[in-house]
């Protein structure tokens, strides 16, 4: 008969902000996955791009998982993968929809109102009391994508096309806000290779639904990037999965700030996307903000996990 009983792999002398730093790292792959997926997104199709994607990254992490220590995951915890692999397809479509129509920083600078979301879930879901270092770190980074906007929507007009992607990212971000907060619930039930596994496989049976009407062959050329697309996905749903693990959502929230800044360097060097000296000036509330939340001493967080 088996039992929860809580271990812990942070033992030793490990610092408080590793899990920070970690999670600022997952977010920095995540960032250039972004990148990679706006390219083929324009080249297939969101959706098309994003089945292929599940279902080249479900096939990595299914052999990672059967080369582990594998454990059948409970009911219970099987419904939380289904669960937010449900929000993670909504969010998906919607915020990958609007950046085919949108420059990379501001899709990323719009998507930063779901943290604000979610530092508050936290309190109301979790239970998590809200630190007045996170309340800063969250304001701060709000002010700097604030700016970057005003420079933004004042410095040009928007196409009818972007509006309306605009409108689909901000959709995007209530539904990610609760997404942060299944991470965490997720990550103190699962291991992270469990997690990668049932979230992409869920994510492509869902997709995999509409594939008799809206699925295409993949062109050969393009399948190398959709594999690295998928590795920079698992790699980041790794490390993001670890860090929450690990340390309250309210202090890994605020690195997902620092996305703007690869958004920008990104969006520059592949798409020629310009910055004006408001996107500076609010990067550098931005960073900021997560150097609030890096020196904030987050409390760490056992993993639970099932013992035979």
């Not at 959706?47 to 299914?62: E, P």
């Not at 609760?178 to 290779?193: C, M, T």
Request: hydrophobic letters at 60%; one cysteine or more.
């Amino acid at each position: 008969m088996s039992e929860a009983v809580k271990t812990s792999s942070l033992t030793g002398a490990v610092s408080p902000t590793i899990p920070v730093l970690i999670c600022a790292l997952a977010i920095f792959l995540l960032s250039g996955m972004d990148a990679a997926m706006k390219s083929l997104a324009i080249a297939v199709g969101v959706y098309n791009t994003l089945l292929w994607r599940s279902v080249v990254a479900t096939l990595v992490a299914g052999a990672a998982w059967s080369a582990g220590s594998r454990s059948k995951p409970a009911l219970p915890v099987l419904g939380l993968h289904a669960l937010r692999a449900a929000i993670v397809g909504v969010v998906l479509i919607l915020f990958f929809w609007g950046l085919a129509r949108l420059p990379i920083a501001e899709a990323i600078g719009l998507s930063f109102v779901a943290p604000l979301f979610a530092l508050f879930l936290a309190a109301l879901l979790l239970g998590e009391r809200i630190r007045r270092q996170a309340v800063w770190a969250s304001l701060a980074g709000m002010a700097g994508v604030a700016i970057i906007l005003a420079g933004q929507f004042g410095a040009a007009s928007h196409s009818q096309d972007a509006l309306v992607g605009t409108a689909a990212v901000l959709v995007s971000t209530v539904f990610y806000a609760y997404n942060l907060i299944l991470s965490r619930q997720q990550a103190l039930l699962a291991r992270p290779v469990e997690i990668m596994l049932f979230q992409n496989l869920f994510v492509a049976i869902m997709l995999g639904l509409a594939a008799p009407w809206l699925a295409i062959a993949l062109p050969s050329d393009l399948w190398l990037p959709m594999a690295g697309v998928a590795l920079l996905s698992l790699a980041g749903q790794f490390l993001m999965s670890w860090s929450y693990a690990r340390a309250e959502a309210q202090y890994l929230i605020p690195t997902e700030y620092s996305a703007f800044i690869w958004a920008i360097a990104l969006g520059w060097f592949f798409f020629g996307e310009k910055v004006a000296w408001t996107t500076l000036a609010g990067a550098g509330l931005i960073v900021a903000g997560c150097l609030i939340a890096a020196r904030a001493n987050p409390k760490l967080a056992e993993p639970i996990e099932a013992a035979m």
